[in-house]
């Protein structure tokens, strides 16, 4: 009989496969030694190899596999005293350096492949031998350059730097895929700060960021990343920072500092991220959560005296009004097609960079004119009506919904609906579709799933809890994993009602469906929606030139486009610059409306004519009830106008939504165009700069503004001359129809 040492020493080992699967991939394992002699042999030495090729025989043999064993250590340091550790130290190191897992057998769990070379093993051994966490950006990468900036970025770069010299804060207002990850942490290398704090609503964005923080510091053995998922914690790093020097940029998310007991959440933690003085906090995805009381207590607690600020947002329509002129850098759509198409002729020769961003295109189909039963008071279609759910799971409207399936699919040569023959279903091979709400995605998920053209596609629903067999996964990896290595082999439909819509990028997709919100839709979230499908994607060598929103709620698209483009951000008020930047940007994307097989192209005079009409039909169904009539500022009417304006005041009836007002002389009704600009741009001006004629001038434009205080037509973009008049014709021809419309709707 013989005994054994019941304590044996564990070692690491590191061992590759050559062949084409596992191409790029070390195994990390470990193993234990049997010779108790073993302590102080240097790695490599030949009873650490026969220790490791004996456990690895054990499960490589059966299966006939040749491996080539790379390197050997054992898992003892002495910090403190001799101590032991195990491969999942060094995986963990490996993960939280950014370095990806390779799964080749999901059954049976062999996850201890990573994607990396040995040098980056050897360092990641040698991190958890000194207490680290993770690894700096250098020592993971390799054959890595600078990057090259497009020439906007590095002008929001240096006008950052220059702000923050005197003042503190900075709004970027750059559409999706402007670069403001790469861009912003630029900023951080150039001003050398100690301590970054990046602060989003979406969490999910950290592995991005991290991604992005190794491009821009791989040279920089000074900077390291954290977060609770990536690097090292905020405990480790601002105790190296304290030690030596360490500069680094910390991930953290508003909605976990928000739960904080500092700020009036229910939690006591935090507490170390509030007392950091931050030198710089990068606000990502700047418009969402920062601006309920508790984001605002969160921002209180972490912006000291001295600490800058930069916030980043594609659609900053809550936030424009918070910042001077020189504090926002603006990037927009338009621009960024125009410097495509520009590029050619002011850099021959030279790589176009906005050559792979690809031209949008909206079309719009009006549901409520084909199913007016589902058109509301608003003159919008209604989807959540549309898309009812009954008890069951079912959809209350179960003959219309599929009606509409069959009409995206009718076989017709000539059709414009998007998957009327297989031409257009494969160019919408992979595309993002918007829903009401959770219940309303998983009904038409079975209900795609069982139609004889969308059977075809992989329905990936992420909307809510998702499917069931979805309620676990990450949205993105399942899209993902449904597309696959290769798009052109696949056909996906993604059912979403509101994840993905925010700082994530599917290239495969070419079009959004809008099947969701109604005519109040928020413009920053439908924006933010559509710019997903513009992804750049190159496929099987072909670029993604063109992308595709449909929406079926043509005039919630006109509204949404109109406030985007500015031409309404001020009631009264349209220049001729408002009308030049929607020309603009019909011209870059294009709208078009169909009807039936017709197809027309929207221009400024139309997109204005329509948009008029739409608040010409708010009014006559809901009298004068709705808000849309009110304003401060009185357009110019003549006496015809005002006397057809207090006619249909008659008709309709006095109601408790107007305002009480006094009556103006009709010669003093407030600025023209030009005075606008002219107050606009004296407005702008620091007291400072003003010249004392400039001041007197002002306060007389203000003067002449405050002498209006009659209620008046909203007009946006269009005369309310026009409206007015639009509005009594409208109301007549509704009256003769109609002996019942003497009162307004309430």
Not at 250 to 273: C, H, I, P, T
Request: hydrophobic share 35%.
């Amino acid at each position: 009989m013989k005994y054994f040492s019941s304590l044996k020493l564990k070692l690491i080992y590191v061992f590759r496969i050559n062949d084409a699967e596992h191409e790029g991939c070390l195994k990390i394992g470990e193993a234990t030694c049997d010779d108790g002699n073993v302590i102080g042999l240097a790695p490599n030495s030949k009873p650490l190899n026969e220790a490791a090729r004996k456990r690895i025989n054990q499960y490589t043999q059966t299966a006939g596999i040749r491996y080539e064993l790379l390197y050997t250590e054992l898992a003892l340091y002495n910090r403190g005293g001799l101590r032991s550790f195990n491969d999942k130290e060094v995986h963990v190191v490996l993960e939280r350096s950014g370095v990806k897992k390779k799964v080749f057998d999901k059954v049976n769990g062999a996850n201890e492949w990573f994607i990396t070379n040995l040098d980056v093993v050897k360092r990641a051994i040698a991190a958890v031998k000194e207490g680290k966490e993770s690894l700096l950006p250098g020592e993971v990468a390799y054959g890595r350059s600078p990057i090259i900036f497009r020439p906007e970025q590095r002008e929001a770069i240096d006008k950052t730097k220059r702000q923050f010299k005197k003042s503190n804060q900075m709004l970027w207002n750059a559409k999706m895929r402007f670069g403001k990850t790469l861009s912003a942490l630029q900023v951080v290398k150039d001003m050398d700060f100690r301590r970054t704090l990046i602060l989003t609503h979406r969490p999910v964005v950290d592995s991005g960021w991290f991604e992005d923080f190794g491009k821009i510091f791989y040279d920089r053995s000074d900077f390291a990343y954290g977060s609770k998922n990536n690097g090292d914690s905020h405990e480790s790093l601002e105790r190296r920072t304290k030690a030596n020097g360490l500069h680094y940029v910390y991930f953290a998310s508003m909605q976990d500092l928000r739960g904080s007991e500092l700020v009036g959440g229910n939690f006591d933690k935090n507490n170390e991220v509030f007392a950091t003085p931050w030198d710089l906090i990068i606000v990502d995805e700047a418009h969402e959560g920062t601006q309920t009381e508790l984001g605002k207590a969160v921002m209180v607690e972490l912006v000291k005296d001295d600490t800058k600020v930069l916030r980043l947002s594609g659609t900053p329509f809550n936030l424009l009004d918070d910042f001077k002129e020189d504090e926002i850098y603006t990037w927009d759509y338009v621009m960024e097609q125009r410097a495509k198409q520009e590029w050619d002729r002011v850099h021959q020769g030279d790589p176009n960079p906005y050559a792979a961003l690809p031209v949008m295109n909206i079309y719009t189909y009006d549901l409520g004119r084909l199913l007016k039963e589902f058109a509301d008071e608003d003159v919008a279609f209604n989807f959540r009506e549309f898309f009812r759910v009954n008890e069951d799971g079912g959809f209350v409207h179960k003959r219309d919904v599929p009606a509409f399936l069959n009409l995206l699919t009718k076989e017709d040569k000539d059709s414009c609906y998007p998957f009327a023959n297989e031409e257009y279903r494969g160019i919408f091979r992979h595309t993002l579709w918007m829903l009401p709400g959770v219940k309303e995605a998983k009904a038409l998920s079975a209900l795609l799933q069982r139609h004889p053209v969308f059977q075809y596609f992989n329905i990936v629903n992420v909307a809510g809890d998702g499917d069931e067999d979805e309620e676990s996964r990450d949205a993105l990896e399942a899209v993902n994993n449904a597309i696959g290595k290769d798009p052109d082999a696949t056909r996906t439909i993604t059912l979403s009602c509101g994840r993905l819509t925010t700082g994530v990028s599917v290239p495969a997709w070419t079009a959004v469906f809008m099947l969701s919100g109604s005519y109040n839709t928020a413009a920053s979230s439908y924006m933010q929606t559509i710019f997903r499908v513009q992804t750049p994607a190159t496929i099987n060598g072909r670029v993604k030139e063109q992308c595709y929103v449909f929406d079926f709620a043509p005039d919630r698209t006109l509204r949404v486009l109109a406030e985007t483009a500015k031409i309404s951000a001020k009631a009264g008020k349209t220049s001729q610059n408002d009308r030049k930047i929607m020309g603009d940007f019909l011209n870059f994307c294009p709208v078009i409306s169909i009807e039936g097989s017709r197809m027309d192209k929207f221009d400024v005079p139309r997109m204005l004519e329509q948009l008029k009409k739409v608040y010409v039909e708010r009014v006559v169904r809901n009298g004068f009830e709705d808000n849309s009539l009110y304003n401060d500022e009185l357009l110019k009417l003549g006496d015809l106008e005002l006397q057809e304006f207090d006619d249909l005041k008659k008709i309709i009836g006095q109601t408790k939504a107007m305002p009480k007002t006094n009556q103006v002389d009709i010669n003093n009704q407030g600025l023209t165009g030009e005075e606008y600009e002219e107050k606009e741009k004296l407005e702008k001006k620091s007291k400072k700069e003003l010249t004392e004629e400039e001041k007197r001038r002002l306060e007389e434009l203000k003067k002449k503004t405050k002498i209006v205080r009659r209620p008046f037509l909203f007009s946006g973009a269009f005369p309310s001359v026009c409206l007015c008049s639009s509005m009594v014709r409208s109301w007549r021809t509704r009256t003769r129809k109609s002996p019942l419309t003497t009162s307004p709707r309430r």
